[in-house]
C-alpha cells in the first residue's frame, strides 16, 4: 500500500507543469519614459481601395444600364411602384370575389330546406347489443327513438334557419364586453347610509 501511495504522488508532482507567470507592467511605467515625436502615417491601401472602389463600380453600373432602348432610371422606379400598385388591385379583385361567393352561398343556405334525417356514422349502434341475458321480449323496437332524434334535429334545424334569415345568429351579433351602466347592472342595492 505504501509504494501505491509513493506512486501516486510522484506522479502527482510530475504532472504539474510549472505556468510561467508573464511580468506585469503597469501604466505608469510607461509616463516616465521620453516622449517620441508623433509620426505622420498615412491612411493606407485597405481605406483607399474601398473609397476608389465606390465611383468605379458605380460608373461600371451606369454604363451597362445606358442601353438606348431601355427607359430611364426614374422611369423604371415608377413602373415598378406602379406594378405593385396593380398587383394589390389584382389581390383586392380576388378578394371581393370571395366575399360575393361567400354572400351566394349564404344566400343558397338561408333558402334551402334542413336535412329530414341525421346522418349517423354507424346507424347499427342503436340496434346492437349484448346478445347474453337478454330475456325473451325484452328487445325494444328502436323506431320511436329514432323518430325522436329526428324530431329533435328537424326542430334545432329549423331554429337555426329562422335564426339565419332573421340575421339573428349569436355567433355574429356584436359582444359588449361589460355592459351600460345603469340601474338594472347594478350588484347591490343602493340604500342610504343609515338606513337598514
Known amino acids: 500500500m505504501q509504494a501505491l501511495r509513493r506512486t501516486a504522488a510522484t506522479a502527482a508532482r510530475q504532472g504539474r507543469t510549472a505556468v510561467p507567470r508573464q511580468q506585469r507592467r503597469y501604466a505608469h511605467d510607461e509616463h516616465h519614459h521620453a516622449h517620441s515625436e508623433p509620426v505622420n502615417e498615412s491612411m493606407g491601401l485597405g481605406f483607399w481601395i474601398p ?3 465606390i465611383p ?5 453600373y451606369f454604363v451597362s444600364q445606358s442601353d438606348p432602348d431601355a427607359p430611364s432610371i426614374l422611369t423604371r422606379l415608377i413602373n415598378k411602384y406602379t406594378e405593385a400598385t396593380e398587383r394589390y388591385a389584382e389581390t383586392n379583385a380576388l378578394h371581393v370575389s370571395m366575399i360575393e361567393r361567400a354572400g351566394s352561398d349564404r344566400v343558397l343556405f338561408v333558402k334551402s330546406r334542413p336535412q329530414e334525417h341525421v346522418n349517423m356514422r354507424f346507424p347499427e349502434i342503436m340496434n346492437q347489443g349484448s346478445p347474453y341475458n337478454v330475456p325473451a321480449g325484452q328487445v325494444n ?3 320511436k327513438v329514432i323518430e325522436k332524434f329526428k324530431k329533435d334535429a328537424y326542430e334545432d334545424n329549423e331554429r337555426k334557419l329562422q335564426a339565419l334569415r332573421d340575421d339573428n345568429i349569436k355567433s355574429e351579433q356584436p359582444w359588449e364586453r361589460f355592459p351600460a351602466p345603469g340601474p338594472e347592472n347594478q350588484r347591490w342595492p343602493s340604500k342610504g347610509v343609515g338606513s337598514v
Open 141 to 143: 323496437n328502436m323506431e
Open 56 to 60: 468605379v463600380f458605380s460608373g461600371l
Open 51 to 53: 473609397i476608389g472602389a
